[in-house]
């Protein structure tokens, strides 16, 4: 798959805590921790599970930087 976006992080799922309608994807990508909102749905079509490898996709407007000051 080729893909315009260019933060395309290969991860591991680490955890899935479904709600009702949204489930949040734990991920462990290099040492780490992201995680992915994404539809019940999306988890079930794309059929992922804990140990499941994925690439991270990240297309955002704003990147917001802070420092220890």
């Known amino acids: 798959m080729k ?8 991860a ?3 955890s899935i ?3 009702e309608a949204i489930a949040n994807v734990e991920l462990e990508a290099g040492g780490v921790r992201l995680v992915a909102s994404i539809t019940v749905e999306a988890v079930r079509q794309l ?3 804990q140990g499941s490898e994925v690439s991270a996709v990240i297309k955002a407007s704003d990147v ?3 420092t220890s000051d």
């Not at 893909?3 to 290969?10: E, F, K, M, V």
Request: aromatic fraction near 0%; avoid cysteine; charge should be positive.
């Open 3 to 10: 893909l315009s976006a260019r933060n395309q992080i290969p």
């Open 47 to 49: 059929g992922l599970k």
């Open 64 to 66: 917001i930087l802070a």
């Open 12 to 14: 591991t799922v680490t």
């Open 17 to 19: 805590n479904s709600g």
